[in-house]
């Protein structure tokens, strides 16, 4: 069955390092989302991707890139990681707005 | 900028009873989406809402769109307590090619006997 898999499910780090947090896809899926979720503010958009190469800046985006290299995957880096992301973070695709969007199972990041 | 507001943020309820839950936006649209989220899970996609004036239905709950209104509603009926959980609305604008969602805050269930 397609799915959309996130990893690391927790991870702790230290302020300044780099992270990176990965999704991969398997849905085949040309849209890929990443969002933070943080209590009283719902969930976010960070960056987004329609496809191979094409990258954009969501609502919350400094701080953060990402790359897409490959229809599967949109890895969410972390440049110099602030106490400000810690968050659970959720990756995201669809083939259209019409079909919906399945989210991965989340990524639970604390920076210390 | 978008924005999509939910109320209540915290409903209590008793098992039996009959609510509604609201979700208003502020730009063009006719694209909504209702997600149910567990806590320590991922959302789960409820409903799909693709033209003014869609009705959906999936077991007690039901999910309506009024675009001239920009305006939702997920209706409870007869609650249960499996039903407790976070319920979001997101809305794709026209303007994003119908692609980025923005959420609503969430509406925070919880059903007592």
């Known amino acids: 069955d397609a799915e959309i898999t996130q990893s690391p499910r927790h991870k702790i780090t230290e302020t300044g390092r780099q992270v990176t947090l990965a999704c991969h896809q398997t849905?085949?899926?040309?849209?890929m989302f990443w969002y933070r979720q943080d209590l009283g503010h719902g969930l976010r958009l960070i960056h987004y991707?329609?496809?191979?190469?094409?990258?954009n800046k969501g609502e919350v985006s400094d701080g953060y890139s990402v790359s897409r290299s490959n229809t599967e995957d949109l890895p969410l880096t972390l440049e110099s990681a602030a106490s400000s992301q810690t968050s659970v973070y959720f990756c995201?695709?669809?083939?259209?707005?019409?079909?919906?969007?399945?989210f991965g199972s989340g990524t639970r990041l604390t920076v210390v | 900028e978008l924005k999509v507001e939910q109320n209540p943020l915290f409903l209590s309820m008793q098992e039996g009873k009959n609510y509604t839950i609201y979700c208003n936006y502020s730009t063009t649209s006719d694209r909504l989406y209702w997600y149910r989220q567990d806590p320590g899970k991922s959302l789960e996609s409820l409903f799909v809402l693709l033209s003014n004036g869609a009705v959906k239905q999936e077991g007690r709950l039901m999910a309506s769109l009024d675009t001239k209104a920009r305006l939702s509603t997920l209706h409870i009926t007869a609650a249960v307590h499996d039903l407790s959980a976070t319920y979001f609305c997101a809305v794709t604008p026209w303007n994003s090619g119908y692609s980025t969602l923005t959420f609503g805050k969430g509406t925070m269930l919880l059903v007592s006997p």
């Open positions: 991707s329609y496809g191979v190469h094409d990258t």
């Open positions: 995201a695709s669809s083939e259209s707005s019409s079909g919906g969007y399945t």
């Open positions: 849905w085949n899926h040309n849209n």
